[in-house]
């Protein structure tokens, strides 16, 4: 699968490039520098690494706010809202995947901080390498709409991001070199505004949660 990882993420960013050096241009000019945001999450084994995105929030971010982004977030600029509703603020993690840091599928590697919010079964992820993409990040898609108001970060915590690793360590289980590629043909649909539906279902009591989100 290492091998799947560099041919694609290689032959990805020689096709982008374009699409990149436009989108670093519109950031450093709406928004100013650094076009590149280092966030720091956890890898494989725990070991922590600078997970690579474009900028879409304010310099300041980190001190003012949680390490998750809620809806109508006030750091996020007006041309990071663009580049995280298309997705295109992720495209740098390319070169994290060419790096060792990351495989395209995996499981998405979270921030430190919430370490304390996984389970003694959800560490078992933190054996895997993390990944680009994963089918919780696909049925995930949308989760800033889920995370309004106040406690959004407490929905966060005791919701969406339990929920998000039971489908991954459950995918994880199972996964087949057939199954990784079908996943990156539905981040592919999905950065094309197409539909897709996830391979794996929310377990029911996630599903009843992330319902009453939706209605908020």
């Not at 699968?1 to 000019?29: E, F, K, N, T």
């Not at 060419?98 to 599928?105: A, E, N, T």
Request: glycine content about 6%.
């Amino acid at each position: 699968m290492r091998l799947l990882d560099i041919s694609l993420a290689g032959l990805g960013l020689l096709v982008i490039a374009p699409l990149l050096l436009v989108v670093a241009i519109l950031v450093a000019v709406m928004s100013g520098r650094p076009v590149i945001y280092r966030s720091q999450r956890m890898g494989q084994r725990g070991r922590v690494f600078s997970l690579l995105k474009f900028r879409t929030m304010r310099q300041d971010a980190d001190s003012v706010g949680p390490g998750i982004t809620g809806r109508n977030d006030s750091r996020v600029t007006p041309i990071g809202r663009i580049l995280r509703r298309t997705k295109v603020d992720e495209l740098p993690q390319l070169i994290n995947v060419l790096k060792g840091d990351m495989s395209l599928v995996g499981p998405r590697p979270e921030d430190p901080r919430y370490l304390d919010c996984y389970s003694a079964a959800d560490r078992r992820l933190l054996e895997m390498r993390p990944g680009l993409t994963s089918p919780a990040s696909i049925a995930f898609r949308n989760e800033e709409a889920l995370l309004d108001g106040p406690d959004f970060e407490m929905r966060y915590v005791k919701t969406v991001l339990p929920a998000k690793l039971s489908m991954d360590l459950s995918y994880m289980q199972s996964r087949t070199l057939w199954s990784d590629v079908k996943v990156i043909a539905e981040t592919a649909l999905m950065l094309l505004g197409r539909d897709v539906h996830p391979r794996a279902k929310l377990p029911p009591h996630r599903a009843f949660f992330l319902s009453l989100g939706k209605k908020s």
